[in-house]
């Protein structure tokens, strides 16, 4: 996987950094709180309407707006101030917990007010992926920065982790969504302070003069670059078609016959995974052969996800969500720390919001895609499907993407120019 192991200072010498630690805590915040959220917006859309469309169309909700204000949130990241950014977009997330939670207790929420605030968790979101993934480099120094890619992934797989089992287990001891939406709320308002405090390094002047080449130039630079494009569009159809997560609570309830704190296991499980593999990458790093082993990753992760499409038992489904997972983990690194190192400054938000379009999509439309399939083919042929194509995407990716299948390193290209 990688070269000897990093001594310990220099793995986590990324939180030598007081800013990076104040981004890796509001972070985890802020994830930990929408995971909460989506746990219990699905256990409730579900109970409400006991359709698997309704799952897939609450993914649609929080992708149509990432996909038509990608230009603009790419752009913005580029000439406003990202931390600024962050702050308002984690207030904004805060927010629509808080309308969940009055509309909860008020007894006025309905699926059409819960798709409303989905629209706008999307909208929020939109603007908060490119800065977040821009602001990184200027926490730390450039030369520190794989050992920061490893960490950011990390936290966000433990935020992952503990999110959705924190979500299922209040959901269950209320014995209702009102406390996981006030827990979300709170919990984004603590990451709104602790981005407030944090400051970023200067890097010179990101203005540039208006024009649309200007705002095109993330998709023209991904284009450009066939590792990288490779990268994120083999994430993009894996996860299309083999992501299951939106399917859980049906898995939850009808298949598995579990409730709320089922569910929270289940959406932990590729969790667990996923901060396991990251651990491992912040101290052993890739160094050789990364378009080999992403490959097999993704096909891993479409055998796991057939796996778990025919489980009947909880403990073997939560082991096929995390070895999942993991798989996805090497995926996500690989294409992260290729993107931050080939991507000028300057084009680091509009590069980042061309790559949450890739994910969006992968995540956000793949939950409409298989509540679709779902309703089409029933919830285990969706499954089985999805990992099937996971890995036909996988086979047909490796030839037609020869500078991938051969990539050895992560390094700059040549001209950026």
């Not at 540039?208 to 200007?214: D, G, L, P, V």
């Not at 990364?290 to 990753?297: A, E, H, Q, R």
């Not at 096929?320 to 931050?340: E, F, K, P």
């Not at 309703?375 to 030839?399: E, M, N």
């Amino acid at each position: 996987m990688g070269q000897p192991w990093s001594t310990k200072a220099e793995a986590q010498i990324a939180f030598t950094y007081p800013d990076f630690v104040l981004y890796q805590a509001a972070r985890l915040f802020v994830v930990v709180s929408t995971e909460m959220q989506s746990v219990a917006v699905g256990w409730q859309l579900y109970e409400m309407t006991r359709k698997p469309l309704a799952l897939g169309l609450a993914g649609l909700a929080q992708f149509l707006p990432g996909m038509i204000l990608f230009l603009v949130s790419g752009h913005a990241a580029d000439r406003i101030d990202r931390r600024k950014i962050l702050f308002v977009c984690y207030a904004g997330f805060g927010l629509c917990s808080g309308f969940l939670f009055f509309a909860n207790v008020s007894h006025r929420a309905s699926v059409f007010a819960i798709y409303i605030v989905l629209v706008l968790v999307g909208v929020v979101r939109s603007f908060s992926g490119p800065a977040s993934r821009a602001i990184v480099p200027h926490l730390v120094p450039e030369e520190h920065f794989p050992s920061a890619v490893a960490w950011v992934a990390m936290v966000y797989q433990a935020a992952t982790l503990l999110g959705p089992a924190l979500g299922g287990l209040v959901y269950a001891v209320a014995q209702g969504p009102s406390a996981v939406y006030a827990t979300a709320m709170i919990s984004a308002a603590v990451a709104s302070v602790m981005t407030a405090r944090m400051s970023t390094r200067a890097t010179g002047d990101r203005r540039e003069e208006f024009s649309s080449k200007m705002v095109l130039a993330g998709l023209h630079f991904i284009f450009r670059q066939k590792v990288v494009l490779g990268s994120v569009s083999l994430d993009l159809f894996a996860v299309l078609f083999g992501g299951a997560v939106a399917l859980l609570p049906v898995y939850a309830r009808d298949i598995l016959h579990t409730g709320p704190w089922g569910l929270g296991l289940l959406r932990s499980s590729p969790g667990i995974g996923a901060l396991v593999m990251a651990l491992l990458l912040a101290y052993r790093p890739l160094r050789r052969r990364v378009g080999v082993t992403l490959l097999w990753c993704v096909a891993g992760f479409g055998v796991f996800t057939i796996l778990f499409g025919v489980s009947r038992s909880l403990w073997l489904s939560m082991l096929a969500l995390l070895l999942a997972g993991a798989c996805d983990m090497v995926s996500v690194i690989i294409r992260n720390t290729l993107i931050q190192v080939t991507t000028p400054d300057t084009m680091r938000g509009r590069v980042n919001a061309v790559e949450m379009i890739f994910i969006g999509a992968s995540n956000e439309f793949g939950e409409f895609e298989s509540g679709v399939t779902a309703q089409w083919f029933g919830i285990v042929p969706a499954v089985v499907l999805g990992g099937i194509g996971a890995l036909t995407v996988t086979i047909l990716w490796a030839w037609t993407f020869p500078d991938l299948r051969n990539a050895d390193r992560i390094a700059k290209p040549p001209d950026l120019a």
